[in-house]
Each structure stands twice: as structure tokens, then as C-alpha cells.
């Protein structure tokens, strides 16, 4: 297994730490039968629920926060408390983001790879867009 998968009494498992959907599942199911064959669960049939992708991607620029955070709403940056700015959009209102200063993005909380991948196109895209009516200012 790449990742690791967290059991708990409530029977509920947690994967982590894979690289795709099927990757998540087959460590899940290889959790399952291998405590199957201790005896510590009896065998059923799964019922996988991805419930949060997250994305690492970069800008390939580095931003002045504090300017992106006056121009865009929805964005909270202080840096007193921690490095990046976190934002949430109304397109996206489940997924957050958070933005560092070197062009490095966290985007979490999407339910799929495919529409992570969307939503990532879409915050980079934001960000792209404000960084040049920044600079165009």
C-alpha cells in the first residue's frame, strides 16, 4: 500500500495518502482482508465514499498576499497567524484554498479527481486574472 488507511471501532476506514480514487479503494480493501484474515472483521461488501481530494499545484510566480487579499473577496490573510491566505470561492463553496506567497496552492475538499482538476484550473485562473489587473494597476 502507498498510503495509510486509519480503522476505527465505528467500522468506518480512512484512506490517505494515495495518488488516485482506485488507489484509495484498493488500499481500503486490502485493509479489509487483511483483517478479515485475522478474524477481526467478518468479510462484506464495501461501500467506498470518496469524500476529499486535495490538490497540490503552483502558480509558478510569487505573490504579494497582501495585495491579492484586498483585491479579491473571500479571502482571509493574516499573517501574524499563518503564512497563506485561505480562500473560498462562491462557485466552489465546499472547497478551500490556500494560497502562499511562493505561488504553492492547497486546494481541498472536492469529491472527485475530475472535478478537483476543474476547480484547480478555475482558482488558478482567478488568481491569474487578479494578479494581472494587479499589475496592470
Do not use: W
Not at 19 to 31: G, L, M, Q
Not at 49 to 68: F, M, R, S, W
Not at 85 to 93: E, H, S, W
Request: aromatic share 4%; with cysteine.
Amino acid at each position: 500500500m502507498k498510503g495509510k488507511v486509519s480503522v476505527f471501532a465505528s467500522g468506518k476506514l480512512i484512506s490517505v495518502g494515495t495518488r488516485s480514487e482506485e488507489e484509495a479503494k484498493r488500499n481500503i480493501a486490502t485493509a479489509c482482508q487483511l483483517l478479515d484474515e485475522v478474524g477481526l472483521i467478518e468479510s462484506k461488501k464495501l461501500r467506498v465514499k470518496i469524500q476529499n481530494i486535495v490538490i497540490l499545484a503552483q502558480l509558478g510566480t510569487e505573490l504579494d498576499l497582501e495585495i491579492i487579499a484586498k483585491k479579491l473577496s473571500h479571502i482571509i490573510y493574516e499573517p501574524e497567524q499563518f503564512p497563506g491566505a485561505i480562500l473560498r470561492t462562491d462557485k466552489y463553496p465546499t472547497v478551500t484554498s490556500i494560497v502562499f506567497s511562493s505561488g504553492k496552492l492547497v486546494i481541498a475538499g472536492a469529491k472527485s479527481a475530475a472535478s478537483a482538476k476543474v476547480i484547480a484550473r478555475y482558482i488558478i485562473q482567478l488568481l491569474k486574472e487578479n494578479l494581472s489587473a494587479i499589475l496592470d494597476a
